[in-house]
């Protein structure tokens, strides 16, 4: 069992950064592909953000490429997600995600969540 919690969201205003952040618990962080996806009010879930268990591949939405960074510390079982030039459309609720042993740009390809971070970006 993996255990998530994410944290640093907020409210922003347009063009300014934030960066979230997803602690991971109960099993070998390492071995995790790890993921940020979001949801705004009244749409679907969707892919962020990807990274592989080495950290040695990442992986983006078109919408956040250039703008968002993901990355991983595995000794402190962390994976941020830095977001700058924020937009109002990034607003949405995020949320961490983990798979053993691998990435995938799918909802439902990941077994691990966590209780999602909001973040509001207003213009």
């Known amino acids: 069992q993996v255990q998530l919690v994410e944290s640093g969201g907020g409210l922003v205003q347009a063009g300014d950064s934030l960066r979230l952040s997803c602690a991971a618990s109960?099993?070998?962080?390492?071995?995790?592909?790890m993921a940020w996806f979001r949801q705004a009010p009244g749409k679907e879930r969707e892919f962020v953000a990807a990274?592989?268990?080495?950290?040695?591949?990442?992986f983006y939405a078109d919408s956040v490429r250039g703008r968002f960074a993901i990355s991983r510390d595995n000794a402190k079982n962390t994976v941020a997600l830095q977001m700058n030039s924020l937009k109002p459309v990034d607003t949405a609720v995020y949320y961490c995600?983990?798979?053993?042993?691998?990435?995938?740009?799918?909802?439902?390809?990941?077994?691990?969540w966590g209780q999602g971070t909001q973040v509001t970006v207003s213009s």
């Open positions: 990274i592989s268990w080495t950290g040695g591949s990442t």
């Open positions: 995600a983990a798979a053993l042993r691998r990435v995938a740009v799918t909802a439902t390809l990941y077994d691990y």
């Open positions: 109960g099993r070998t962080f390492s071995s995790l592909g």
